[in-house]
């Protein structure tokens, strides 16, 4: 018999030389046990990992790796340990909820926010800056960074926590309207300098291109995936989907090239997400536990998940 294109994804996750399983905790914390009240069992995350190839020491590294990082904490409960989230990490996992689930795209004030630099850079502290900013969406100019519509402060507050504040102190803030003078270079000229936005195309149409063959086989009910299946299928999409929107600058409309395929893979994912949630929450339902042995709270939020992420939808 041959192999399906949802036995293949997983096939091909499990064959990687390297799982980068703090990553896929992250993903499985904010799609699964924030919904449940923000915490686990480290056996039952264990076992829910284990089928996709992540064993149990690399969970436990990763999981140490996570409270190190104030994503985590560890709440005991007899011989066993329950991990939850820490309001730090609770705030980080809402706002990447809103940019995974969430399908509006950003309104426009017609307004750039910049950065402008006013003091010297070692080549090594502008790079620290770049990569700092380029996770919050802002493109690199030749002498500062810019973004449409993101908000300076939090920006800041931002290079506070991944600690370059003092790097911030030789950034000028700004707000720039268009001035409308004829001849001067425009926003598309403005876009094609900052962001790589072939680049970003085609890491869409790679996205697609992956789980377009998925979706066609949940269409047509061939084989469908069981219980279990239909949970890690559902991790690798919004793992791959996740990691893909981290280089997405979330730019408005107005400001991306025709036939943009971000709002396709969008909707392929929602297709894909839904069609996956009943089996996957039967799965979890099974097999999610708490250290003390009960049960989480049902899970809640899920039905707002990807609502109208297809405009043409109901």
């Not at 002498?143 to 003092?166: R, T």
């Not at 001849?183 to 876009?191: I, K, P, R, S």
């Not at 890491?203 to 066609?216: G, K, M, Q, S, T």
């Not at 339902?285 to 250290?291: G, I, N």
Request: glycine content about 8%; proline content about 6%.
């Amino acid at each position: 018999m041959p192999t399906t294109p949802i036995q293949q994804r997983l096939l091909d996750f499990r064959a990687q030389d390297r799982v980068h399983a703090g990553s896929l905790i992250t993903t499985l914390f904010g799609d699964a046990v924030m919904p449940r009240g923000g915490r686990i069992w480290l056996g039952s995350l264990i076992r829910l990992l284990a089928p996709l190839g992540v064993n149990e020491r690399l969970v436990r590294t990763a999981v140490f790796r996570l409270v190190k990082a104030d994503w985590l904490a560890a709440q005991a409960s007899g011989r066993r340990t329950d991990y939850r989230l820490t309001e730090a990490g609770r705030r980080r996992f809402e706002e990447a909820a809103r940019q995974i689930y969430e399908s509006d795209a950003p309104r426009w004030d017609r307004r750039w926010r910049l950065l402008l630099c006013v003091g010297e850079f070692t080549p090594k502290q502008r790079e620290a800056l770049r990569r700092a900013l380029y996770w919050q969406g802002f493109g690199a100019l030749a002498d500062g960074f810019v973004h449409p519509s993101a908000d300076l402060g939090a920006a800041f507050d931002a290079l506070v926590a991944d600690g370059l504040g003092e790097l911030g102190t030789r950034l000028k803030p700004l707000l720039a309207a268009d001035a409308g003078i004829g001849g001067a270079a425009g926003d598309a000229a403005l876009v094609a300098c900052a962001w790589r936005l072939d680049e970003l195309a085609a890491v869409y149409a790679r996205f697609i291109e992956r789980y377009a063959p998925v979706l066609a086989q949940l269409r047509a009910g061939d084989a469908p995936p069981d219980d279990a299946a239909a949970l890690q299928l559902r991790v690798l999409l919004i793992h791959d989907w996740r990691r893909l929107l981290l280089r997405d600058p979330e730019l408005p409309g107005e400001l991306l090239p025709p036939d943009w395929p971000g709002q396709h893979a969008r909707v392929l994912c929602k297709d894909i997400y839904r069609r996956l949630l009943s089996a996957s929450e039967r799965h979890l339902e099974q097999h999610f536990q708490l250290a003390d042995g009960g049960v989480a709270p049902p899970a809640s939020g899920l039905a707002e998940r990807f609502r109208d992420a297809d405009p043409l939808a109901p």
